[in-house]
């Protein structure tokens, strides 16, 4: 999900470059590895930011039994997602994150791949965290190594490796840092080039 409907964040999704794919599958490995950390059952998830749908149905896959939702700004691409999904009943709508409500409550709460289009990412946070989910999971690119091999690859070079739809940049630390304003980091995962985190919300 982006904010001005530019598309390269779906490049890794798409690459069959072998490197490309291996590093696709210590991203979704990590999703797998820090749910499986999860000590309350799991009976609804909502997706902040699905795009086409990649990480919800790894997610319907995870969790067979929970009720899966997924929102998205935009059409074209949530289209795609309802197209590809596993499961009839997984919900996938047009929303934005600044939008959620009550409708979006669940036990977890997913936002991968979006936080660093967002002109408010703060705000996003807020508003999820006001779910009162019982877990978050948030994957962001790991700065600066994303730029760093996106330049060696020769891909962005006149913005030093930044791809252009990215408006915020985290290193791992400040991401940490971040995401404790709202909720408390329990768990990190660094699949290359990603920083991945499960939170909780912060003790009353």
């Known amino acids: 999900m982006t904010e001005n409907n530019q598309q390269p964040h779906h490049e890794k999704y798409d690459s069959t470059n072998p490197i490309a794919q291996k590093m696709l599958d210590g991203f979704m490995n990590s999703i797998t590895n820090l749910t499986q950390q999860i000590t309350s059952d799991i009976s609804s998830i909502t997706e902040c930011g699905c795009g086409q749908g990649h990480v919800n149905r790894h997610l319907e896959k995870l969790f067979p039994k929970a009720e899966v939702k997924g929102l998205d700004i935009d059409e074209p691409d949530v289209k795609i997602a309802n197209s590809n999904k596993l499961r009839q009943n997984t919900q996938l709508y047009i929303k934005s994150i600044y939008n959620i409500d009550a409708e979006e409550q669940a036990n977890l709460v997913v936002c991968c791949e979006v936080?660093?289009?967002?002109?408010?990412?703060?705000?996003?946070?807020?508003?999820?965290?006001?779910?009162?989910?019982?877990?978050?999971?948030?994957?962001?690119?790991?700065?600066?190594?994303?730029?760093?091999?996106?330049?060696?690859?020769?891909?962005?070079?006149?913005?030093?490796?930044?791809?252009?739809?990215?408006?915020?940049?985290?290193?791992?630390?400040?991401?940490?840092?971040?995401?404790n304003q709202e909720l408390e980091v329990v768990s990190v995962n660094k699949p290359l080039p990603w920083t991945m985190v499960l939170a909780k919300p912060k003790l009353q």
């Open 115 to 179: 936080l660093e289009h967002l002109e408010n990412p703060r705000l996003a946070l807020q508003k999820m965290a006001e779910l009162n989910a019982d877990y978050y999971l948030f994957s962001v690119p790991r700065e600066p190594l994303w730029r760093i091999l996106n330049f060696m690859r020769g891909k962005y070079m006149k913005d030093w490796g930044n791809t252009p739809d990215h408006r915020n940049h985290w290193s791992t630390r400040g991401f940490i840092k971040f995401v």
